[in-house]
């Protein structure tokens, strides 16, 4: 598959920027608060009661169905490169909170494309990674910083029904802060949310079938999302200022997620005394690792 990946095309898509506008809406706040209800604590930070992840729901691509590829995502070759891998997945953040968005005024997001970059995995085989800045502003302050990667690569060689777990460490017993159990529901409206057409999520048919999944797919950002939330509720004295996280295989729907911070990586920064960094993950009832994250959180 490596010599069908013209890395040099790729990347020549760097620096490519994209604009985009949107509004925070009271009802926006006010469905995405419902859609997480009862699965994790929405309560915001000190002197702030927007809850964190929001910013994932403003100014998705509107792309009209005939410009869809046949996953449900925005066909290739528009601002990201025409990856041609057929497996598309949210890997990663790292997240920089300056300030609460405001509720009302424009939000202007910025996305740059900072690298485009081939990695061959024995396991995975060909892996494309797109890393993509993106900088929420308003009036010209910014806002939110957040550091986008996503990996492209090829189906299962063993793909058939259920065969795709990909669990890569081994399970482990952790102190769980919160278990939860995922339902189609919750991923219909958080896709809902951040229009996400990813068919992986709601699918169950094209998911089992075409991307090899044993059952609908936890979306990335959505883990990620009430394990944010999770560390701000642990800590309400307190703000989290920057997050940063890393999927580590799926979750999927209807299956038991144990979130969990780790109170013996939680660390002072000797340099701001009011600073401190904990580290959090997600594990699933096999107490396999899902998510791996860390937040820095300040008075």
Avoid at 126 to 147: A, N, P, S
Avoid at 160 to 186: F, H, M, N, V, Y
Avoid at 198 to 222: F, K, N, T
Wanted: net charge neutral.
């Amino acid at each position: 598959m490596s010599e069908q990946v013209e890395i040099d095309h790729l990347r020549s898509w760097i620096g490519k920027q994209e604009r985009s506008g949107d509004i925070i809406t009271p009802e926006l706040v006010k469905r995405f608060r419902a859609t997480l209800s009862g699965y994790t604590s929405l309560a915001g930070s000190q002197g702030c009661s927007l809850p964190l992840g929001l910013h994932w729901c403003l100014a998705p691509p509107a792309i009209a169905h005939d410009g869809l590829g046949a996953d449900g995502h925005p066909a290739k070759g528009g601002f990201l490169p025409p990856v041609p891998l057929p497996r598309r997945m949210w890997a990663s953040s790292r997240i920089r909170f300056h300030s609460p968005l405001p509720v009302g005024p424009l939000i202007e997001r910025t996305s740059t494309i900072t690298d485009v970059a081939m990695k061959q995995s024995r396991a995975s085989g060909t892996l494309v990674f797109v890393h993509i800045d993106h900088e929420y502003t308003c009036d010209k302050e910014t806002h939110i910083e957040d550091r986008q990667t996503i990996v492209y690569r090829g189906h299962s060689v063993h793909k058939k029904k259920g065969a795709i777990r990909e669990s890569k460490t081994q399970p482990q017993e952790t102190t769980t802060a919160r278990s939860l159990t995922p339902d189609s529901t919750l991923l219909f409206r958080y896709s809902a949310l951040t229009f996400n057409g990813h068919r992986i999520h709601y699918d169950h048919h094209y998911s089992v079938l075409e991307e090899g999944y044993p059952a609908l797919v936890v979306q990335g950002p959505l883990t990620a999302t009430l394990l944010m939330n999770l560390a701000q509720g642990e800590y309400p004295q307190k703000t989290v200022r920057e997050f940063a996280f890393r999927a580590m295989a799926p979750a999927f729907v209807d299956e038991e997620l144990r979130l969990a911070i780790d109170p013996g990586a939680t660390t002072q920064d000797e340099k701001a005394a009011a600073a401190s960094s904990i580290a959090l993950d997600a594990r699933n009832h096999r107490g396999e690792l899902v998510t791996t994250a860390s937040a820095v959180l300040t008075e």
